[in-house]
């Protein structure tokens, strides 16, 4: 089956909508809330780091701070497990961006114009217009920041995504519509050849953040990628300990799939 990501304008419906989807479809609907239960598993110091900075704009301080980079590689992993595990709808986190290599998955990019989105916002929120105003400037302008600072990328950048809809002139029924014909067409690109360079994917992500949330290690460049079949971990370390412990982590994560390090000591 294809997967479906849904970036969203605060107030265009990206919610209600990914979630009438997953209903209809019987998909998983990965959301904010369904994240926060899974960072809490992995521990609580993640779920907590996730509840203050989730798609937030990080400061300058938070982008170099070892806890930001490994709740941001969790993320990144989760939507990628997400994603593998099929039949899915994963709302926000940059998903579009991460999956850009997945030819089965449905990249969807949900706006309207800001009036509409002030009147649900006030009567979702019990706001006031001047409120509201200032909460939807707030929320847009962190997830384009979230995308920027981590992924010099334009949230709003139309070549990211497949279909752009406009929730202003569509109803949520009608754009729930669109997005299930939409899926059914990407899903004649789930080949076999596709779904194992998702998993490939997904244990490279997964690997990064085992490395990223390992409190005994600070590897900022680190970076996960596949060669040939072959995981290759690179990044710059602090001692031979390090490089070790590095090596113990990803040989243990990566299984039987086999690992090459360019791993090269500070200078």
Known sequence: MAVLTISREYGAGGRDIGRRVAQRLEYQCVDKARLFLDLDRVGARWGRVARELDEVSPTLWERHDWQYQGYLALIESLVLDYAAADRVVIIGRASSLLLHEVPFCLKVRLVAPLEVRLER?????????????????????????????????????????????????????????????????????ATAEAR??????????????????????????????????????????HGPKERQIVQEIAREAAGARPVRFELHPRV
Do not use: F
């Not at 006030?122 to 997830?143: C, G, Y």
């Not at 360079?197 to 005994?216: C, E, F, I």
């Open 196 to 237: 194992a360079h998702l998993a490939d994917l997904a244990l490279a992500y997964r690997l990064r953040a085992r490395v990223a949330t390992d409190p005994r290690v600070l590897v900022p460049t680190l970076e996960v990628h596949l060669e040939d079949g072959t995981l290759v971990v690179t990044g710059v370390i």
């Open 121 to 189: 916002i006030m009567v979702r929120e019990s706001l006031n217009r001047d409120a509201a105003l200032q909460l939807i400037k707030r929320v847009d302008a962190d997830r384009a920041g979230y995308h920027d600072v981590n992924y010099r990328s334009d949230w709003d950048a139309e070549a990211i995504y497949d279909l752009i809809l406009n929730t202003g002139s569509l109803s949520y029924d009608q754009a729930t519509d669109l997005l299930i014909d939409g899926l059914a067409e990407k899903e004649a690109m």
